[in-house]
């Protein structure tokens, strides 16, 4: 199973993005979603999350600018990330929790993308 992200970048502020992330392999079933994302001398912390039937939750400081949703169909997930800030500067990663056989769940990682919003 692999995680591949995209549609980071450098943007200015009050910009927008949309990242995205399609699983690929012998993938089951995918449960919860989620965006985490870690800056430079900090822990990664959820951004993010999505459960297979749509609920989200969001990190305080990006209510009403970020939004995330899923095609299950096509094993993506989304992340549309509107009136940026430089504090939104950081490594975003994909993180998704698949069923991969009849025996085997667990959480998989994509290899980040690099967003940078310039003040």
């Known amino acids: ?3 591949v992200e995209s549609g980071g970048g450098l943007v ?3 910009g927008s993005l949309r ?4 699983a690929s392999g012998r993938i089951i079933r995918i ?3 989620g965006w985490y994302r870690q800056a ?4 990664r912390e959820l951004v993010a999350s999505i ?7 969001y990190e305080d400081s990006v209510k009403g600018r970020f939004t ?11 992340l549309q990330m509107n009136s940026l800030e430089p504090e939104d500067t950081a490594v975003y ?4 929790d698949i069923v991969t056989t009849a025996f085997t769940r667990r959480p998989y990682w994509g290899q980040g993308t690099q967003v940078t919003v310039s003040s």
């Open 1 to 3: 199973v692999q995680l």
């Open 12 to 14: 200015q502020a009050g």
């Open 19 to 22: 990242l995205s992330c399609v």
């Open 31 to 33: 449960n919860d979603m």
């Open 40 to 43: 430079p001398g900090k822990q």
């Open 51 to 57: 459960t297979s039937g749509g609920s989200t939750n």
């Open 68 to 78: 995330i949703s899923r095609e299950n169909a096509k094993n993506t997930l989304y």
């Open 93 to 96: 990663y994909c993180n998704a």
